[in-house]
Protein backbone atom coordinates (compact mmCIF):
# COMPACT_ATOMS: atom_id res chain seq x y z
CA UNK A 1 0.00 0.00 0.00
CA UNK A 2 1.17 3.47 -0.79
CA UNK A 3 1.99 5.92 2.01
CA UNK A 4 -0.18 8.12 0.05
CA UNK A 5 -3.09 5.48 1.09
CA UNK A 6 -1.50 5.15 4.87
CA UNK A 7 -2.10 9.10 5.48
CA UNK A 8 -5.37 10.23 3.78
CA UNK A 9 -7.01 6.62 4.49
CA UNK A 10 -5.70 5.28 8.22
CA UNK A 11 -9.02 3.17 9.07
CA UNK A 12 -8.33 1.59 5.55
CA UNK A 13 -4.96 0.80 5.46
CA UNK A 14 -5.50 -0.62 9.31
CA UNK A 15 -8.93 -2.36 8.02
CA UNK A 16 -6.41 -3.74 4.94
CA UNK A 17 -3.39 -4.86 7.32
CA UNK A 18 -5.60 -6.72 9.92
CA UNK A 19 -7.43 -9.02 7.17
CA UNK A 20 -4.43 -9.06 5.15
CA UNK A 21 -4.06 -12.84 6.04
CA UNK A 22 -6.98 -14.12 6.27
CA UNK A 23 -7.79 -12.18 2.90
CA UNK A 24 -5.10 -14.39 1.49
CA UNK A 25 -6.02 -17.85 2.89
CA UNK A 26 -9.71 -17.39 1.87
CA UNK A 27 -8.03 -16.59 -1.75
CA UNK A 28 -5.76 -19.16 -1.77
CA UNK A 29 -8.98 -21.65 -0.60
CA UNK A 30 -10.97 -20.48 -3.39
CA UNK A 31 -8.32 -20.57 -6.55
CA UNK A 32 -7.84 -23.92 -4.73
CA UNK A 33 -11.19 -24.89 -6.44
CA UNK A 34 -10.69 -24.13 -9.89
CA UNK A 35 -13.65 -21.57 -10.03
CA UNK A 36 -13.34 -20.98 -13.38
CA UNK A 37 -12.05 -24.51 -14.68
CA UNK A 38 -15.52 -25.45 -15.79
CA UNK A 39 -19.25 -24.17 -15.57
CA UNK A 40 -19.90 -26.81 -12.36
CA UNK A 41 -16.77 -25.47 -10.40
CA UNK A 42 -17.93 -21.79 -10.80
CA UNK A 43 -21.44 -22.88 -9.92
CA UNK A 44 -20.43 -23.75 -6.74
CA UNK A 45 -17.89 -20.73 -6.75
CA UNK A 46 -21.50 -18.99 -7.32
CA UNK A 47 -23.12 -20.71 -4.83
CA UNK A 48 -20.68 -19.67 -2.22
CA UNK A 49 -21.28 -16.30 -3.06
CA UNK A 50 -25.04 -16.30 -3.16
CA UNK A 51 -24.68 -17.93 0.44
CA UNK A 52 -21.99 -14.93 1.51
CA UNK A 53 -23.97 -11.68 -0.42
CA UNK A 54 -27.53 -13.06 1.73
CA UNK A 55 -25.86 -13.38 5.04
CA UNK A 56 -25.24 -9.89 4.34
CA UNK A 57 -27.68 -8.28 2.87
CA UNK A 58 -29.51 -7.19 6.00
CA UNK A 59 -26.39 -5.24 6.67
CA UNK A 60 -26.99 -3.30 2.73
CA UNK A 61 -30.94 -2.77 4.03
CA UNK A 62 -29.36 -0.94 7.58
CA UNK A 63 -31.70 2.54 7.95
CA UNK A 64 -28.86 3.46 10.16
CA UNK A 65 -25.58 2.58 8.00
CA UNK A 66 -27.76 4.37 4.87
CA UNK A 67 -27.07 7.62 6.67
CA UNK A 68 -23.44 7.13 6.52
CA UNK A 69 -23.69 5.12 3.32
CA UNK A 70 -25.90 7.44 0.82
CA UNK A 71 -25.79 4.62 -1.82
CA UNK A 72 -25.55 1.73 0.25
CA UNK A 73 -29.18 -0.25 -1.14
CA UNK A 74 -27.92 0.51 -4.85
CA UNK A 75 -24.36 -1.76 -3.76
CA UNK A 76 -25.97 -4.67 -2.78
CA UNK A 77 -25.93 -7.45 -4.92
CA UNK A 78 -28.34 -9.84 -3.98
CA UNK A 79 -30.08 -9.20 -7.13
CA UNK A 80 -27.46 -9.82 -10.01
CA UNK A 81 -26.67 -13.03 -8.08
CA UNK A 82 -29.61 -14.62 -8.09
CA UNK A 83 -29.99 -14.18 -11.63
CA UNK A 84 -26.37 -15.28 -12.38
CA UNK A 85 -27.69 -18.80 -10.65
CA UNK A 86 -30.89 -18.79 -12.86
CA UNK A 87 -28.46 -18.55 -15.97
CA UNK A 88 -26.60 -21.46 -15.42
CA UNK A 89 -29.51 -23.60 -14.41
CA UNK A 90 -28.81 -23.68 -10.14
CA UNK A 91 -31.78 -22.66 -7.71
CA UNK A 92 -31.06 -20.45 -4.83
CA UNK A 93 -29.15 -22.50 -2.19
CA UNK A 94 -31.68 -23.75 0.50
CA UNK A 95 -28.81 -23.42 3.53
CA UNK A 96 -29.00 -19.66 3.49
CA UNK A 97 -29.01 -17.92 6.59
CA UNK A 98 -29.01 -14.29 7.01
CA UNK A 99 -27.32 -11.61 9.94
CA UNK A 100 -28.74 -10.36 12.64
CA UNK A 101 -28.49 -6.75 12.42
CA UNK A 102 -29.22 -6.14 15.95
CA UNK A 103 -26.60 -8.43 16.98
CA UNK A 104 -24.21 -5.71 15.70
CA UNK A 105 -22.70 -2.37 16.20
CA UNK A 106 -22.63 0.11 13.91
CA UNK A 107 -18.97 0.21 13.61
CA UNK A 108 -18.91 -3.49 13.65
CA UNK A 109 -21.64 -3.80 10.87
CA UNK A 110 -18.91 -1.39 8.93
CA UNK A 111 -16.16 -3.83 8.92
CA UNK A 112 -18.58 -6.50 7.54
CA UNK A 113 -19.27 -4.27 5.04
CA UNK A 114 -15.76 -3.28 4.22
CA UNK A 115 -14.93 -7.08 3.54
CA UNK A 116 -18.34 -7.27 1.02
CA UNK A 117 -17.43 -4.14 -0.43
CA UNK A 118 -13.85 -4.92 -1.02
CA UNK A 119 -14.47 -7.98 -2.17
CA UNK A 120 -15.70 -6.30 -5.62
CA UNK A 121 -12.19 -5.04 -5.95
CA UNK A 122 -10.67 -8.86 -6.45
CA UNK A 123 -14.07 -9.29 -8.61
CA UNK A 124 -12.34 -6.95 -11.30
CA UNK A 125 -9.93 -9.72 -12.00
CA UNK A 126 -12.12 -12.75 -11.57
CA UNK A 127 -14.10 -11.00 -14.14
CA UNK A 128 -11.63 -11.07 -16.82
CA UNK A 129 -11.49 -15.17 -15.75
CA UNK A 130 -15.04 -15.84 -16.01
CA UNK A 131 -15.32 -14.77 -19.82
CA UNK A 132 -13.01 -18.51 -20.53
CA UNK A 133 -16.60 -20.16 -19.72
CA UNK A 134 -18.73 -17.47 -21.94
CA UNK A 135 -19.91 -15.75 -19.28
CA UNK A 136 -20.28 -11.95 -18.56
CA UNK A 137 -21.96 -9.42 -17.26
CA UNK A 138 -24.67 -9.83 -19.11
CA UNK A 139 -25.06 -13.36 -18.26
CA UNK A 140 -24.45 -15.53 -15.65
CA UNK A 141 -21.13 -13.08 -13.95
CA UNK A 142 -23.27 -9.77 -13.78
CA UNK A 143 -22.26 -9.41 -9.94
CA UNK A 144 -18.35 -9.68 -10.82
CA UNK A 145 -19.69 -6.89 -13.15
CA UNK A 146 -17.96 -2.71 -11.99
CA UNK A 147 -20.73 -0.34 -10.87
CA UNK A 148 -22.26 1.84 -13.81
CA UNK A 149 -19.76 4.70 -12.64
CA UNK A 150 -16.48 2.60 -12.21
CA UNK A 151 -15.20 0.63 -9.41
CA UNK A 152 -12.65 3.04 -8.41
CA UNK A 153 -14.80 5.76 -8.01
CA UNK A 154 -16.93 3.56 -5.97
CA UNK A 155 -14.14 2.62 -3.75
CA UNK A 156 -13.28 5.54 -3.33
CA UNK A 157 -16.27 6.92 -1.80
CA UNK A 158 -16.61 3.88 0.52
CA UNK A 159 -13.28 4.81 1.90
CA UNK A 160 -13.98 8.26 2.36
CA UNK A 161 -17.26 7.93 4.04
CA UNK A 162 -15.21 5.02 6.53
CA UNK A 163 -13.03 7.79 6.85
CA UNK A 164 -15.27 10.53 7.91
CA UNK A 165 -17.24 8.31 10.50
CA UNK A 166 -16.68 9.82 14.13
CA UNK A 167 -16.12 6.93 16.20
CA UNK A 168 -14.74 6.45 20.13
CA UNK A 169 -11.29 4.35 20.31
CA UNK A 170 -13.74 1.20 21.49
CA UNK A 171 -15.87 1.35 18.33
CA UNK A 172 -12.85 1.66 16.17
CA UNK A 173 -11.91 -2.00 17.40
CA UNK A 174 -15.81 -2.88 16.73
CA UNK A 175 -14.62 -2.26 13.16
CA UNK A 176 -11.82 -4.37 13.22
CA UNK A 177 -13.82 -6.94 14.75
CA UNK A 178 -16.28 -6.44 12.63
CA UNK A 179 -14.13 -7.28 9.42
CA UNK A 180 -12.32 -10.29 11.13
CA UNK A 181 -16.17 -11.63 11.72
CA UNK A 182 -16.95 -11.31 8.31
CA UNK A 183 -13.98 -13.24 6.86
CA UNK A 184 -14.30 -15.99 9.65
CA UNK A 185 -17.63 -16.33 8.18
CA UNK A 186 -17.14 -16.22 4.60
CA UNK A 187 -14.46 -19.17 5.10
CA UNK A 188 -17.23 -21.22 7.24
CA UNK A 189 -19.85 -20.58 4.20
CA UNK A 190 -16.90 -21.40 1.69
CA UNK A 191 -16.75 -24.69 3.83
CA UNK A 192 -20.07 -25.75 3.58
CA UNK A 193 -20.11 -25.68 -0.21
CA UNK A 194 -16.52 -27.36 -0.85
CA UNK A 195 -17.37 -29.96 2.39
C1 LIG B 1 -10.52 -15.99 -5.64
C2 LIG B 1 -10.96 -15.09 -4.87
C3 LIG B 1 -10.36 -13.73 -4.65
C4 LIG B 1 -9.30 -13.11 -5.25
C5 LIG B 1 -8.41 -13.64 -6.36
C6 LIG B 1 -9.18 -11.81 -4.67
C7 LIG B 1 -8.25 -10.86 -5.05
C8 LIG B 1 -8.22 -9.59 -4.58
C9 LIG B 1 -7.36 -8.54 -5.09
C10 LIG B 1 -6.37 -8.71 -6.24
C11 LIG B 1 -7.61 -7.43 -4.37
C12 LIG B 1 -6.91 -6.10 -4.51
C13 LIG B 1 -7.48 -5.33 -5.66
C14 LIG B 1 -6.96 -3.92 -5.76
O1 LIG B 1 -6.32 -3.42 -4.81
O2 LIG B 1 -7.22 -3.31 -6.80
C15 LIG B 1 -8.62 -7.75 -3.41
C16 LIG B 1 -9.13 -6.88 -2.50
C17 LIG B 1 -10.02 -7.24 -1.52
N1 LIG B 1 -10.70 -8.43 -1.40
FE1 LIG B 1 -10.37 -10.06 -2.51
N2 LIG B 1 -10.12 -11.67 -3.70
C18 LIG B 1 -10.87 -12.81 -3.67
C19 LIG B 1 -11.94 -13.10 -2.86
C20 LIG B 1 -12.39 -12.27 -1.89
C21 LIG B 1 -13.50 -12.55 -1.03
C22 LIG B 1 -14.38 -13.81 -1.13
C23 LIG B 1 -13.61 -11.52 -0.16
C24 LIG B 1 -14.58 -11.29 0.95
C25 LIG B 1 -15.26 -12.22 1.57
C26 LIG B 1 -12.56 -10.56 -0.49
C27 LIG B 1 -12.34 -9.38 0.16
C28 LIG B 1 -11.48 -8.40 -0.29
C29 LIG B 1 -11.31 -7.12 0.37
C30 LIG B 1 -11.98 -6.65 1.65
C31 LIG B 1 -10.41 -6.38 -0.42
C32 LIG B 1 -9.98 -4.94 -0.19
C33 LIG B 1 -8.61 -4.86 0.43
C34 LIG B 1 -8.27 -3.39 0.64
O3 LIG B 1 -7.73 -2.78 -0.29
O4 LIG B 1 -8.53 -2.87 1.73
N3 LIG B 1 -11.84 -11.06 -1.55
N4 LIG B 1 -8.98 -9.07 -3.56
Redesign the pocket.
Same mark, same amino acid.
Given at each position: MSSITQVNYPR *?SE??RT?AEV?DN??NK !? *?AQSPFASKENYGDFLRFQYL?LKHVEPIYQSEQLIVFFSDLAQRNRCTDIVLDLHDIGMKTHNLEQQIDINSLTIAQAVGWL?? !?E??K??AA *??AKEVTQLDLNAEFGARFLAGPGNGRGSQWRGFMQAVEALNLTNDEEQQLYQGAKQ /??AT /?HQLLDVVYQ
Open positions: *MLKTHLD !I *MLYV !IGSLG *ML /AF /A
